[in-house]
């Protein structure tokens, strides 16, 4: 699960179409670029960590974080790695709340503090590979370790590091299968890596050692979705991000509608919602709009405003309110998206793009108030 910590949504642009941030999605597109033939695992059961007080704490912490309660998610990660210093996944979650607040606001990220707490959960997690009665929660650590990562190092554009790191930790998963074919958690990296490897390879398929596992991964992906205990909703968002590149935008609502059934504010669903209900074939702009509002909602009730975001839906609902004929609403929201013009080459995502499509907007707005 701790990748669904990690994972942006795809977002709506200026011009009307669903943008893809870089490190979105969630995750291992990243790890797929080039990355050849793994051996596939014989496939099979999710288990229960032994320690019940630490599983439990472990989703709650998990279930904060999809609430986007960073502070007391990582409060609580933290608490778990002092009482049980051994384990290593409280260091890998807190590695993945410290990417899911950076991923949600695009503020400041530490660095090194990531870095330390991959190094310690991956330490920890060979050490649990060691022992036959855990390799396979040992395994399964590893792979998220690597996964992490491999996330970090695809923000840096460090793209050596990602495929070599993305490679070794679909082999972690493959091996954690291999021992228990019902770990569903870890069928979840498992299916992203191979869907998306297939899908970027797909010029290669020629090649005799290079085969399609893309129906393999939605497989994987969909057992997750369904089955899993840590990673369930980011397999939910995984799977989303499967069925829109897919174009099976209707499987892909009914995917991403059950991650908000239970968590109806996380911003990464409702980014995917945003893209799905934009170029769904029976498009309602009704829809569309109400989605947009509902997102912006989200955005300003949040501790720390993310702008950019603020900013791409503030242009949408100036786009609708300019095909409705309500000129000064969309008056409005270009001065507002406009007040952010000083953020320029600051913010993670280019903001540039919404200040000059907003301008255009206002002044169009603007010539047809007067020409009235």
Sequence with gaps: MERALKIFGPRISGEGRTDFPCGSIFRLVFMVAIAFECPAPSMSAAQHLEEHNVHDLLLKGIDLTLKQDYPEAKALFESVAKSDPENPAAYLYLAGVLQAEYADYENSFDQQLFDS?????AALAEHLIENKDSADWGYYFAGSALSYRAYSESENSSWSSVIIDGMNAAKMYERCLEINPQFYDAMNGLGTYYY???????????????????????????QAAANGTFEKFIAVNSLTLVFMEEKQYDSAFSVVQKGLDSYPDNRAFLWCLMGIVENMPHRDTAVIRSVVSRMLASVMNSPIRNQYSEAACRLKLAQFAMEDGRYNAAIEECKTILQYEPLIGKTKNNIGKKIKAAKEILERAKELVNSK
């Design 196 to 222: 998306w490897r297939s899908k970027k390879t797909e010029f290669l398929s020629w090649l005799p050692f290079l085969s399609n596992k893309e129906r393999k991964g939605i497989d994987l992906l969909s």
């Design 117 to 121: 707490l991959i190094a310690k959960g």
